[in-house]
């Protein structure tokens, strides 16, 4: 008879984290690592003062009379820098130190040679005249560094404030993951508040809540510093209190199986579509019309979900579809059309709309349907032109109006009903929402069909999926045709909302947009995708729709490319990221870790140092 102990795990056996090693001096730092980070905080700083940003964003205030929107915009790049240069890569088998005096040395360090760079900058604008190379900078840059006094003082207060703001960013490493998520949530309930500020105003006129809003803000804008201490200590005490019940939460849903996990997704549904139905309804103009906005796009993002996140097609042209599903919307109902103009309800136009653009689509897509990779996206950019460019030339301006565009467009009727025209812009979000829902559910079910399953293997790798018998060629066809429709449906709600479509709306900036959306979000992702909208059309604004900041209109292009790059290098799954996209992308990375773990346990085994070993007889 033999009995079998369990598992021994020893000192070097794999399943053994390493016990975490002590903290390191504080002048114990990586400087070559230091001031490299250090030096690329300078250069972002001077980027984004010379980009005149910060002027242009002093009028907008944070928190009174501490802190501006341009002075924030100075400051998170220090505070970046201090808490990055601290970061430990985790290896395998590897001892982590602890946080400790390491972490604010270093930090501190990293944020004045950040901030070093505005003092350099401050030297500069003093002692030469940039205007003729650097056109963009404003003269009141050198004055706003300054706080209003000379130079030096920009010189020594910009290597303090980068001294400082490095060490906070270093000094939060040391605090325990709850105490790090309630400062974390303190931070955003405050810099959120004040960010949407306009929202909040208008919801607290529509539901007589001025009384709060008169607490919390300023008469001319920005949240009172007392309101400020207030709402973050709300808002950490929230956080501390509420985070095991919401993570508890989140762990019951995930674990629920069949009818149960049915059940409570249909409930949820339920409750955001209620929300959704009843916001409107104490909402203000503007309010509304960042709603329609927002969903005009999620439409457009849906659309482009199916291209690109589930059929891995890089569509850059994908707002030919978008205006050719305005300008027949146009053409159908409009009595100014210059020589079709059936003047049909609008109901009967979508249908004719539908069907129009579903053949553009398999126009555009059967030529580059073969195409692959930056091919691809090359012939469908030009694609995108090619429609603008139609509808702009004298050739067609007998039908579409050319440079002029179509004009007086009346509002889409409902069943003879009511007219949803842009002066209404509560009935346009109804509008909107009621087909943004039928676009999220035409894409739930595609995406679990047998379709959407070929879809996803074309993206994964197309020829593994031909020689498994899926006809590629059918597949991103159909994916082109259910994507163009869908840009049809926002395309006909556009021409209806504003009246009028010309050619210089659909500009190769919208695609790029979208697509922007589409990866911020997460690719393959509906729910990704409806958040993507959300924060950078309702926050940043589209191509030539305010958002909540209009201060940021002029600086739109440049925050769109940050965003992209930085999801491109950090979080390439997107905000919300889908779990098959998330493997994908990482299943290169998780066999590497498996293969290390496994030579680390076969070494162990060969030592005899861990793993199941049998006991003599007893």
């Known amino acids: 008879m033999t009995a079998t102990l369990p598992p021994q795990t020893g000192a070097a056996g794999a399943s053994a984290e390493p016990p975490p090693a002590a903290s390191r001096p504080a002048l114990a730092q990586d400087w070559r690592r230091l001031v490299r980070m250090g030096a690329v905080g300078a250069v972002a700083q001077v980027f984004i003062a010379l980009s005149n940003m910060p002027v242009r964003l002093d009028e907008r205030v944070i928190v009174k009379p501490v802190l501006s929107l341009g002075y924030l915009t100075l400051l998170i790049v220090p505070f970046a820098a201090g808490h990055r240069v601290g970061h430990q890569v985790k290896r395998e088998g590897m001892a982590v130190h602890a946080a400790g005096a390491h972490e604010m040395a270093g930090g501190a360090a990293c944020g004045a040679v950040a901030g070093g760079g505005l003092s350099l900058l401050a030297v500069l604008l003093a002692n030469f005249d940039l205007r003729e190379p650097l056109v963009n900078w404003s003269p009141m840059l050198a004055e706003l560094l300054a706080f209003g006094n000379a130079t030096w003082f920009a010189v020594v207060i910009w290597l303090v404030i980068g001294a400082a703001v490095g060490a906070l960013g270093g000094a939060l490493r040391l605090l325990g993951p709850r105490t790090r998520r309630a400062v974390v949530t303190m931070a955003l309930a405050v810099g959120g508040a004040a960010v949407l500020e306009p929202l909040v105003v208008d919801l607290a006129e529509g539901m007589r809540l001025e009384a709060l809003t008169d607490w919390l803000y300023a008469r001319r804008g920005g949240i009172n510093w007392t309101s400020a201490l207030g709402l973050a200590a709300a ?132 030529p580059v349907i073969r195409m692959r990779g930056d091919y691809l996206a090359i012939v469908t950019l030009g694609f995108g032109e090619i429609i603008r460019l139609l509808f702009l030339s004298d050739w067609l301006s007998g039908w579409f109006g050319g440079s002029q565009g179509i004009t007086k467009i009346p509002g889409a009727g409902i069943f003879g009903l009511t007219s949803v025209a842009g002066t209404d812009p509560r009935r346009v979000f109804y509008l909107v929402l009621a087909f943004c829902a039928l676009a999220i559910y035409v894409s739930w079910r595609l995406e679990r069909s047998r379709l959407g399953r070929a879809w996803m293997a074309v993206r994964e790798d197309e020829t593994v999926a031909e020689a498994m018998g899926i006809n590629t060629v059918n597949v991103k066809l159909l994916a082109f045709v259910v994507g163009a429709v869908l840009g ?20 190769i900036l919208v695609s790029i947009v979208i697509l922007v959306v589409v990866i911020f979000g997460g690719m393959g992702n509906i729910v990704g995708v409806i958040a993507g909208s959300a924060v950078l059309i309702g926050v940043l604004g589209g191509p030539k729709q305010p958002g909540l900041l209009a201060e940021f209109s002029e600086f739109k292009l440049l925050i769109y490319g940050a965003l992209l790059i930085w999801m491109m290098l950090a979080r390439p799954e997107g905000l919300i990221p889908s779990v098959r996209r998330s493997r994908e992308l990482h299943q290169q990375e998780m066999a590497q870790d498996a293969w290390l773990k496994g030579q680390v346990e076969d070494d162990n085994h060969d030592d005899g140092s861990s793993g199941p070993q049998a006991a003599p007889a007893t």
């Open 235 to 366: 808002s950490g005490i929230l956080a501390v209190l509420g985070r095991g019940r919401i993570q508890q939460a989140r762990t019951h849903i995930a674990a629920l199986e069949g009818a149960q996990r049915t059940r409570t997704n249909g409930l949820l549904i339920l409750a955001t579509a209620a929300v959704l139905i009843v916001l409107p309804l104490f909402a203000g103009k503007l309010t509304n019309e960042l709603l329609a906005n927002v969903g005009l796009f999620v439409l457009l993002a849906l659309g482009l979900n199916v291209v690109v996140g589930l059929a891995g097609i890089l569509d850059l042209g994908y707002v030919a579809f978008f205006a050719v599903g305005s300008y027949s919307a146009a053409v159908l109902t409009a009595a100014t059309s210059p020589r079709i103009n059936p003047e049909l309800p609008w109901l009967a136009a979508l249908i004719v709309v539908v069907i129009i653009t579903g053949l553009v689509g398999l126009f555009i897509g059967a």
């Open 488 to 507: 049809s449906f926002s395309g006909a709600i556009f021409s209806a909302k504003v009246g009028s479509v010309f050619p210089n709306s659909f500009l």
